[in-house]
């Protein structure tokens, strides 16, 4: 059987609602302590191997936080006071958007379609506020979603067979990683909060 029809029936298993279990990035699928969607389906598609069904999960999962980050992003657009962080915003939407085009071809690549699943919400503080209010707060959230972002994509790194994917990951590990050092010294010079948000930074790669 060659690779291509192995994907193929790969993508055919997947889209079968099997006894009902959740399949990967699924609203109902559980994460892992990574983050990841648990990818409750492995036994419906056994000719990829673990490395694609691990970059099977990224993408998934990544596709779904950057969904949500361009939703807050939105709202930058819309409500921030300093021009710098409505920069910001607008190139994270733009850059956002092409990455999730990226990896949705990706996974149409390896014969898979993108499957929503569970995301953090928005921080409940941004729809009422304005000001300064309203930009500490989307700083805060902004800072820990992309430090999480970060830290998932630094997973990827050892782990990708795909050098499209591991490339791609790098790319956003490091787009991430400067976003989340520039929104805390913003934290720090706008509203002196400047003792760090959320999680340890992860490493450049």
Known sequence: MT??????????????????????????????SSGLAVDSTAFLHPFLTPSQKFEIQYLNTMIDRYTADIAVARLGQEKAVHRALDSLSTALVDSESAAIDTMTAMLARLGVAHRPGAVAGMDTRL?????????????????RRQTANAA??????PRASDRGISALARHNLNAENARVALMQSWLCEWYGQCGGVGFPLPGRS
């Open 3 to 32: 690779r291509h029809v192995r994907l193929r029936l790969a993508a055919f298993l997947l889209a079968l609602p099997v006894l009902g279990i959740g399949c990967i990035g699924s609203p109902f699928a559980p994460t892992t």
């Open 127 to 143: 729809a009422g506020s304005t000001g300064a209010a309203f930009e500490t707060a989307i700083l805060e959230d902004m800072v």
């Open 152 to 157: 998932l994509s630094q997973q990827v790194l």
